[in-house]
């Protein structure tokens, strides 16, 4: 059998990170490593799956990317198999955390008549639990995702531009920025006009990534070249989740944070963040996202 080589390294075995915290200070210390070495395809890993895993928490990002960085969808061994598919035999599962929640019951002074408020649900810590990528199943063939796309914009664009105008941010085309593609100037974007529909929206992801991370305290706090990479790591997980040719927007990436493992953690959790919230904002309809307000600006 062939083994494809890879520098996305295995982290030891044991002991195995234990709480959220602890699998993401392991993964970065890893990702540290090999950017230092010289190797950038471990952040593409995991720049690639904020987009395809947005509704998971950063620690379970960073551990289906280091364990498998080609994953594209990933599911429990019963989700598979109620959807008509088997977990090939051999395959190895991809190791995350779930949480374990309990009920703290309240004293007889706190307790009341409704049973719910009595017995509270609480997180009372987290457990190993395994998942596996649909290249690991074999069986029922599966609907394409209504997230794809092949190169073409589509409803997106639009979606986006609700999204900015949701935010109270003005939107304008400029030629006065050239040769700038875009620009954010808190409150209002300027956009080069004359792009193509691609190019075109992953600069506005860039600039709505810039006013939804880049003010008042973050802004002071940060270099330029963190908030540019920022933002243009944003644009890298939100254009490469519909579909978009983002090339491998973390070769740039090497010499940016030099071993600082505390920055490096604090950027990918905002950049996961505001991922999700952009790309929540263009997949759901507008009439749900009445219902259900979930965008909103880190400071």
Known sequence: MTTTATNVQTLPSTPKPQTTREVIQANVDLLIEQLQAGHSEGLTAYLTAMGRF???SLGNILEIARQKPDATRVAGMYAWNQLGRRVKKGEKGIRILAPMIGTRKKKDTE????????????????????????????GAELPQFSAKVTGTVGKYKERLVECIAAQGIALEFSETIAPALGMSYGGRIAILPGQEPAEEFSTLVHELAHEMLHKAARRTATTKTVRETEAEAVAFVVAQTIGLNAGHASADYIHLYHGNAALLAESLEVIQKISALILWAIETPAAEQNDNEAVAEVA
Request: aromatic residues 12%; hydrophobic residues 40%; glycine residues 4%.
């Open 111 to 138: 307790k009341t008549a409704d049973a719910a408020v009595t017995h509270k649900p609480v997180l009372v810590g987290f457990r190993s639990a395994y998942v596996f990528d649909v290249s690991q199943t074999d």
């Open 54 to 56: 947005h509704n998971y």
